[in-house]
């Protein structure tokens, strides 16, 4: 006879669906910690390997342990703990349920000692219901779900867990599927297969752990026939490999390498109020040998209750911080730190999703919105520390000032002011006599263009002639109490500047466009493009050599000022779509690269100045070939 789990099966596999890969570890790390465990290891069953050659991943802890009851209570229904359950930032008693049944249908064993006394119970899917269940054991004619650990089916299970729990503490073993019975490296239908990556996730997601005695048993190997057969295996490069987990934040402040890269400098930084800030952390120097149980390079993350979600190393996302160069990418870590959500006292902040594999965010009513990383990495990008400037003015120092000239700048907002204009909402004052509606004010000002008509005073000046006045307002958006108008606006014309392709999410990209850059919103041109290379070339052929330098500036500007003007025109479409969905669909790299493609436009203004160089090549060395040329001109001087 078994024992239906109360709770639906389905809804355990649901919020499965939700999880992360890994969870199951941070689930079952978290309950142990939660229940006082000083030491967690994240071991290998050894004798099912010894028997049948099975690799079963366990999580053993020195914690408060539970009794045979406790178990059944703990594990049998879904939001079912010895914890306070209930509030958005408390336990939901489902957390190692969910995260391990469904990739563990031939089960879930517990083993757990309170006061020196054991019990275990084995949670399993009934695959003719489809429910999960305790398996109920029969002991000398008694039936229980929660015997003390003893020999079922080949296994001692007294004997499977490590000595040092025996007094109070948990083993947990996963059996994993007829399928894939070894669960050592995960779930492999998840694609948890490498073997340093349980470790990576936990010195990820973790913020510090250095409190605690967590290990990891790696293997050293992907390959099964390779795997050692025992604990003490002889053979150095079978053994297993017991890692210390200590969280991300070692690897931030304590790491050193072997040639000089440590840690430079760090800080804090509000970016909203006291609502959100940010902790900084940049290195310099060769980066640590961590390998691949670790991060070792820059990312970005936010921070919840000790621990790391959302956590992103995309060269799109450190630009919403300011960050474009990808050697200051490499070396920076930003922890974003937003205030909890607190339904009733605080309605603004963040929370965990069901799963607790993303955080969600409110905001005055605007219930379970996306976090507003792009926003907050603006706030960022605003007031750079000053070693995160030094650290970006080095990296560009190779091509900054390859093309310093702003003068095309006001060339262009002269030439197109009049047309790239744009409605925005603006203060209003009593003298307006506009159509006045009701908005709220931002701290942003803009400029506006006011027309006045003004009467002539001379006689022969009885028209009215209309006189534009540009005026500064604060910028306001809908919804609030403030007096505001409709009011046009010139589009600024954004910098440009070349860098090189480790910028770009793909060396062949062209163009990207970073509004958060501390210089001011800017479009970057990739130096080291093949499209612009190829463009080059081609009229490099055209010139004597002593023009190679200045004919490759002229091309580089040329492609900079368009994307420039691309930019500023495609500002237009926020009067349909949100900035942030003309930036993510119409001003990506792809959509950028291939509006710069195209040559007629581009050839004859490059043309045009071109020309201003005077002769072209003679006969002779135009018959040159193109290829020829190339090679001439890669060849170092
Ligand atoms: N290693 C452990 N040592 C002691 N008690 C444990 C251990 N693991 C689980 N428990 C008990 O089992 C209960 C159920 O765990 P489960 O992870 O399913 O839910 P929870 O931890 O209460 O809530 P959450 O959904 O937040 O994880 C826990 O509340 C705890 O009382
Ligand atoms: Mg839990």
Same mark, same amino acid.
């Given at each position: 006879?078994?024992?239906?789990?109360?709770?639906?099966?389905?809804?355990?596999?649901?919020?499965?669906?939700?999880?992360?890969t890994y969870?199951?570890a941070r689930?079952?790390l978290?309950?142990?910690?939660?229940?006082?465990?000083?030491?967690v290891e994240f071991g290998i069953?050894?004798?099912?390997?010894?028997?049948?050659?099975?690799?079963?991943r366990?999580i053993?802890?020195?914690?408060?342990?539970?009794?045979?009851?406790?178990?059944?209570?703990?594990?049998?229904?879904?939001?079912?703990?010895?914890?306070?359950?209930?509030?958005?930032?408390?336990?939901?008693?489902?957390?190692?349920?969910?995260?391990?049944?469904?990739?563990?249908?031939?089960?879930?064993?517990?083993?757990?000692?309170?006061?020196?006394?054991?019990?275990?119970?084995?949670?399993?899917?009934?695959?003719?219901?489809?429910?999960?269940?305790?398996?109920?054991?029969?002991?000398?004619?008694?039936?229980?779900?929660?015997?003390?650990?003893?020999?079922?089916?080949?296994?001692?299970?007294?004997?499977?867990?490590?000595?040092?729990?025996?007094?109070?503490?948990?083993?947990?073993?996963?059996?994993?599927?007829?399928?894939?019975?070894?669960?050592v490296l995960g779930?492999?239908?998840?694609?948890e297969s490498n073997i340093k990556d349980l470790s990576l996730y936990l010195n990820t997601r973790f913020?510090?752990l250095?409190?605690?005695d967590v290990r990891v048993a790696e293997l050293r190997?992907e390959?099964?026939?390779?795997?050692?057969?025992?604990?003490?295996?002889?053979?150095?490069?079978?053994?297993p490999n017991n890692r210390r987990i200590l969280g991300a934040?070692y690897f931030?402040?304590?790491?050193?390498?072997?040639?000089?890269?440590?840690?430079?400098?760090?800080?804090?930084?509000?970016?909203?109020?006291?609502?959100?800030?940010?902790?900084?952390?940049?290195?310099?120097?060769?980066?640590?040998?961590i390998y691949s149980y670790a991060k070792n390079?820059?990312?970005?993350?936010?921070?919840?209750?000790?621990?790391?979600?959302?956590?992103?190393?995309?060269?799109?996302?450190?630009?919403?911080?300011?960050?474009?160069?990808?050697?200051?990418?490499?070396?920076?870590?930003?922890?974003?730190?937003?205030?909890?959500?607190?339904?009733?006292?605080?309605?603004?902040?963040?929370?965990?999703?069901?799963?607790?594999?993303?955080?969600?965010?409110?905001?005055?009513?605007?219930?379970? !919105?996306?976090? *507003?990383?792009?926003?907050? =990495?603006?706030?960022?990008?605003?007031?750079?520390?000053?070693? /995160? %400037? &030094?650290?970006?003015?080095?990296?560009?120092?190779?091509?900054?000032?390859?093309?310093?000239?702003?003068?095309?700048?006001?060339?262009?907002?002269?030439?197109?002011?009049?047309?790239?204009?744009?409605?925005?909402?603006?203060?209003?004052?009593?003298?307006?006599?506009?159509?006045?509606?009701?908005?709220?004010?931002?701290?942003?000002?803009?400029?506006?263009?006011?027309?006045?008509?003004?009467?002539?005073?001379?006689?022969?000046?009885?028209?009215?002639?209309?006189?534009?006045?540009?005026?500064?307002?604060?910028?306001?958006?809908?919804?609030?109490?403030?007096?505001?108008?409709?009011?046009?606006?010139?589009?600024?014309?954004?910098?440009?500047?070349?860098?090189?392709?480790?910028?770009?999410?793909?060396?062949?990209?062209?163009? !990207?466009?970073? *509004?958060?850059?501390?210089? =001011?919103?800017?479009?970057?041109?990739?130096?080291?493009?093949? /499209? %612009? &290379?190829?463009?080059?070339?081609?009229?490099?052929?055209?010139?004597?050599?002593?023009?190679?330098?200045?004919?490759?500036?002229?091309?580089?500007?040329?492609?900079?000022?368009?994307?420039?003007?691309?930019?500023?025109?495609?500002?237009?479409?926020?009067?349909?779509?949100?900035?942030?969905?003309?930036?993510?669909?119409?001003?990506?790299?792809?959509?950028?690269?291939?509006?710069?493609?195209?040559?007629?436009?581009?050839?004859?203004?490059?043309?045009?100045?071109?020309?201003?160089?005077?002769?072209?090549?003679?006969?002779?060395?135009?018959?040159?070939?193109?290829?020829?040329?190339?090679?001439?001109?890669?060849?170092?001087?």
């Amino acid at each position: 006879m078994k024992v239906n789990i109360t709770g639906a099966s389905h809804f355990v596999n649901r919020m499965f669906e939700a999880c992360g890969t890994y969870q199951w570890a941070r689930e079952f790390l978290v309950n142990s910690l939660e229940a006082n465990a000083t030491r967690v290891e994240f071991g290998i069953e050894w004798q099912g390997v010894k028997k049948h050659g099975i690799y079963r991943r366990t999580i053993s802890d020195n914690a408060d342990g539970m009794t045979g009851e406790e178990l059944i209570r703990f594990f049998s229904t879904l939001g079912a703990g010895g914890k306070k359950i209930g509030g958005i930032h408390e336990n939901f008693g489902v957390g190692a349920k969910i995260a391990s049944l469904p990739w563990n249908p031939e089960g879930v064993v517990v083993i757990s000692y309170k006061n020196r006394r054991a019990a275990m119970i084995w949670i399993v899917l009934d695959p003719d219901s489809g429910e999960y269940e305790l398996i109920e054991f029969d002991v000398n004619g008694q039936k229980t779900c929660a015997p003390v650990p003893s020999v079922i089916d080949g296994i001692d299970w007294n004997a499977a867990s490590p000595a040092w729990l025996r007094e109070h503490g948990t083993m947990v073993v996963l059996m994993g599927s007829k399928r894939q019975p070894d669960t050592v490296l995960g779930n492999a239908d998840a694609a948890e297969s490498n073997i340093k990556d349980l470790s990576l996730y936990l010195n990820t997601r973790f913020w510090d752990l250095s409190r605690y005695d967590v290990r990891v048993a790696e293997l050293r190997s992907e390959r099964k026939n390779l795997w050692p057969q025992k604990p003490n295996e002889r053979n150095a490069s079978r053994r297993p490999n017991n890692r210390r987990i200590l969280g991300a934040c070692y690897f931030l402040t304590q790491f050193k390498a072997p040639r000089g890269g440590k840690l430079n400098d760090s800080g804090t930084l509000p970016i909203d109020g006291d609502r959100v800030s940010a902790d900084w952390y940049l290195s310099e120097g060769e980066r640590p040998a961590i390998y691949s149980y670790a991060k070792n390079t820059g990312y970005i993350a936010i921070f919840y209750k000790g621990e790391l979600f959302q956590v992103t190393s995309n060269k799109a996302h450190f630009r919403w911080f300011g960050i474009t160069e990808s050697a200051v990418q490499q070396n920076l870590t930003i922890i974003v730190k937003p205030q909890l959500y607190e339904p009733k006292q605080r309605p603004w902040g963040i929370y965990p999703d069901q799963s607790r594999n993303r955080l969600l965010f409110t905001a005055s009513g605007d219930k379970g !919105a996306e976090i *507003p990383l792009s926003g907050w =990495g603006m706030k960022f990008a605003e007031s750079l520390p000053a070693s /995160i %400037l &030094e650290a970006i003015r080095r990296a560009r120092s190779g091509i900054a000032g390859y093309l310093d000239d702003e003068t095309y700048r006001k060339r262009l907002q002269d030439k197109f002011g009049n047309r790239w204009n744009m409605k925005v909402l603006v203060q209003a004052s009593r003298d307006d006599h506009k159509k006045k509606e009701t908005g709220k004010l931002t701290e942003e000002s803009r400029k506006i263009y006011e027309r006045s008509n003004y009467q002539g005073t001379g006689r022969l000046h009885k028209r009215r002639k209309a006189v534009k006045v540009v005026q500064l307002r604060f910028q306001a958006i809908p919804g609030g109490e403030d007096l505001v108008l409709e009011a046009k606006t010139p589009v600024d014309v954004p910098r440009f500047r070349m860098a090189h392709s480790d910028e770009f999410d793909q060396p062949w990209h062209f163009a !990207a466009w970073v *509004p958060n850059d501390p210089e =001011g919103p800017t479009v970057i041109i990739n130096i080291d493009s093949p /499209i %612009l &290379e190829e463009v080059i070339t081609y009229h490099q052929t055209e010139y004597p050599d002593i023009y190679a330098e200045e004919v490759a500036k002229i091309v580089c500007r040329v492609f900079g000022e368009v994307a420039a003007c691309k930019i500023a025109h495609s500002q237009k479409l926020t009067r349909l779509i949100t900035e942030e969905e003309v930036n993510r669909d119409y001003r990506n790299e792809q959509a950028l690269t291939l509006g710069l493609m195209g040559l007629i436009a581009e050839d004859s203004l490059i043309g045009q100045r071109l020309s201003s160089l005077g002769i072209r090549r003679t006969e002779p060395q135009l018959l040159q070939s193109t290829a020829e040329r190339t090679r001439a001109l890669k060849r170092p001087a």
